[in-house]
Structures are given as C-alpha cells and as structure tokens.
C-alpha cells in the first residue's frame, strides 16, 4: 500500500519521526534511530553540533544527510529573534536546507510554546523562504493561523516536552484535525507505543517523539515498538474503526438459529 507522508513536496514511507538528544552516545541515538525506521531526525542546533565546533563530534558523522532528512529545530529559544537567527545559522551549515521545526518556549518549567512568538518567527521565517514545521500549543484556531502563515506542517503537543503522559487533550487535536489542509504530527508528550498508536487512530499524519525512545531502558527495542505503534495505528485509521455502542452487539447471526 503506498500511503506516503508528504511535507514541503517531499514524501516519506515512515511516519515516525524522532529527535537525537537524551541518548547515552552517539552509537545508541544511531542505533535506535535506525531500529525506528524513521526518515526524517530532528537536531537542536543549539546543543547539537552539526559543525559549529571542529573540535567535537559532530553527529552528522552518524546520521548521514544522504540517509536522513536532517530538521534543524530551534530547541532552547526563548524569543522569535533568538528562533530566527538559530534557523539561518542551520541553513548555512547545511548547505542551503530550508526546512527547519520552530519551537520558541514559554519558560523553563512547562516548556510550553510561548504562542505569540512563535506566530511572529513563523511569519517572518516563511517571507525568508524557510518550510516551517512549527511546535505550539493543542489550540485549534492558533493551529489554523499557522497553517495560514503558510507553515507546511503544524505539530501540536500532546502534552508537555519529555513529560510521557501520552494525549492529555484529544478532542483538541481532532478538532485541529477537522480543519486542517496541512500535516498535522503530534510533538511532544509521547510516552510509549500506545500514545503513539492513538495519535495515528485520530488520523494525525505522524508523530515526532524523543524521550519516549532516548529514555526507555531498552531504547533500541522501544524504537522498534514505536515503528509498529504508528504502522498499527494508520492502519487502523485508514481502516475506520467499528462505531461504538452502549450496549452488546452479538457478533454471530440472531437469525437461522438451528432449534
């Protein structure tokens, strides 16, 4: 079945997308991202050297672009300004790449997007010429006033950055889902395989987690079960669940009973 994920003219066979902070070594972020089957990798570039630093390892070393779609995001920006400058730093290092994921956080604590600034980056990233994925909040009209700023794919977190408390909103995010014309990839929140599968039964386009996999304790094996939870849940999304009812529904024939 050719159910391709399409962002910014490009198209994808995983819906699995997954970041690279969190993990013990360079060796275990390559092996789990591997066992994900995932395309597309997410690098702050804030943390991450992608060269910035000659003298340190730089984890493009171990994911290379020709293998993986390289998103740059804006993890650890507090301002637009701050946000905006961090993407075309990115695009320089990488060569002219115009796709990048904007997050701009609120505070510390929550690690929130703070909605305001990330409207204001978004919109002046795109007159640049940049391909915005944005992280913000599970609000469905904010949702929509990026959409129409022109981002090309908006990812409403499930719940707060590395919390693992899996899709605290739902009708949220089926509202946001309702009026959408653009990828919508949940961000944020995911916990293990089945908050996964339930984002991808709401019929989100995919998912974008780190934590969930960089902190199991096995996180090759979690890697693997999180491959499975988003191809379960498409699947069962394309399928079209069963509808629910309040009482008992005999699965076998009520008529032509042998007496």
């Given at each position: 079945?050719?159910?391709?994920?399409?962002?910014?003219?490009?198209?994808?066979?995983?819906?699995?997308?997954?970041?690279?902070?969190?993990?013990?070594?360079?060796?275990?972020?390559?092996?789990?991202?591997?066992?994900?089957?995932?395309?597309?990798?997410?690098?702050?570039i804030?943390?991450?050297?992608?060269?910035?630093?000659?003298?340190?390892?730089?984890?493009?070393?171990?994911?290379?672009?020709?293998?993986?779609?390289?998103l740059?995001?804006?993890?650890g920006?507090?301002?637009?300004?701050?946000?905006?400058?961090?993407?075309?730093?990115?695009?320089?290092?990488?060569?002219?790449?115009?796709?990048?994921?904007?997050?701009?956080?609120?505070?510390?604590?929550?690690?929130?997007?703070?909605?305001?600034?990330?409207l204001?980056?978004?919109?002046?990233?795109?007159?640049?010429g940049?391909?915005?994925?944005?992280?913000?909040?599970?609000?469905?009209?904010?949702?929509?006033?990026?959409e129409?700023?022109?981002?090309?794919?908006?990812?409403?977190?499930?719940?707060?950055?590395?919390?693992?408390?899996?899709?605290?909103?739902?009708?949220?995010?089926?509202?946001?889902?309702?009026?959408?014309?653009?990828?919508?990839?949940?961000?944020?929140?995911?916990?293990?395989?089945?908050?996964?599968?339930?984002?991808?039964?709401?019929?989100?386009?995919?998912?974008?987690?780190?934590?969930?996999?960089?902190?199991?304790?096995?996180?090759?094996?979690?890697?693997?079960?999180?491959?499975?939870?988003?191809?379960?849940?498409?699947?069962?999304?394309?399928?079209?669940?069963?509808?629910?009812?309040?009482?008992?529904?005999?699965?076998?024939?009520?008529?032509?009973?042998?007496?």
């Amino acid at each position: 079945m050719e159910d391709l994920l399409t962002i910014a003219g490009r198209t994808y066979k995983s819906r699995l997308l997954v970041g690279t902070g969190k993990y013990k070594d360079f060796e275990e972020t390559r092996s789990s991202i591997e066992a994900s089957g995932a395309e597309i990798v997410t690098v702050a570039i804030r943390r991450t050297n992608i060269g910035q630093d000659s003298s340190e390892p730089n984890i493009l070393d171990f994911l290379s672009p020709d293998k993986f779609t390289i998103l740059p995001n804006t993890a650890g920006c507090y301002t637009a300004e701050e946000a905006i400058r961090t993407c075309k730093l990115a695009r320089e290092l990488l060569e002219g790449n115009n796709l990048v994921k904007l997050e701009v956080l609120g505070d510390k604590e929550t690690l929130y997007p703070n909605m305001p600034e990330t409207l204001k980056a978004a919109k002046d990233l795109v007159k640049d010429g940049f391909e915005v994925m944005v992280y913000c909040s599970d609000d469905p009209l904010l949702a929509k006033e990026l959409e129409g700023l022109g981002c090309v794919s908006v990812m409403p977190l499930a719940s707060p950055i590395g919390s693992g408390l899996g899709i605290q909103n739902p009708h949220n995010i089926e509202m946001i889902l309702s009026k959408a014309e653009v990828p919508i990839i949940v961000d944020a929140g995911v916990g293990t395989a089945s908050d996964a599968s339930i984002a991808m039964e709401l019929g989100c386009a995919g998912v974008l987690m780190n934590t969930a996999i960089a902190k199991a304790q096995e996180p090759v094996l979690m890697a693997q079960a999180m491959k499975k939870a988003i191809e379960s849940g498409r699947q069962a999304y394309l399928a079209g669940r069963m509808e629910k009812k309040s009482y008992a529904s005999p699965s076998s024939p009520t008529k032509g009973l042998i007496k």
